[in-house]
């Protein structure tokens, strides 16, 4: 589903990650894992075709991707309906109802998102990748401000959609409950030389 062969990544205009390669099929998850700074952002970005690749290459279905990252993505106006009915027409769909119910929201269905709480916006933030239909997610952080009831929720949603034959890549610093995902450790991968790149995500 996704092959990085060589890839060098850049943020602020200098190499943070170079050499990096692995390959991602159906079922997999893939948990990025390194100290603050090391590249996981950066090299998600990446993947997700939000800024280029310094060097090497990445083949993948753009089509197939979705990426959640640190914003939730969400109109405060709008109700946590409205919203994911949003996101669901924006990728051609219709069914909001799987993802109302696998993020615990359906009792909030007609508040708006401006007045959920942090972990309620996150979890409407995660509730947009069910109704994308999309094979592959790729996921900063996505536990962030979730107390441990979510987590699990996210777990058990995350766990179906790699069941259903999607894959996901997520960069974490917890445990999600999955034994069988992969970890990459992006330290060794760590530039070292501070090779000027010609992208610079400040100015994109």
Known sequence: MLQVDDLAVSRGGLTVLEGVGFALAQGQLLILRGPNGVG?????????????AYAGRVVVDQDQLTYCGHADGLKATLTVAENLAFWAAV???????????????????????AD???????????????VTRRKIWLMDEPTVSLDAASVALFGA??????????????????DLGLPEARV??????????????AFDEAFA
């Open 40 to 52: 996981k952002t950066t090299l998600l970005r990446t993947l997700a075709g939000l800024q280029p």
């Open 91 to 113: 990728h051609g769909q219709t069914q909001i109802e799987p993802a109302l119910v696998a993020m615990n929201l359906t009792a909030l269905r007609a508040r708006r998102a």
């Open 116 to 130: 959920l709480s942090a972990g309620q916006k996150r979890r409407l933030g995660l509730a947009r990748l069910r």
């Open 157 to 174: 949603m995350l766990r179906l959609h790699l069941a259903q034959g999607g894959a996901a890549i997520v960069a974490t610093h917890i």
């Open 184 to 197: 990459l450790d992006l330290s060794p991968y760590k530039a070292t030389s501070l090779r000027q790149g």
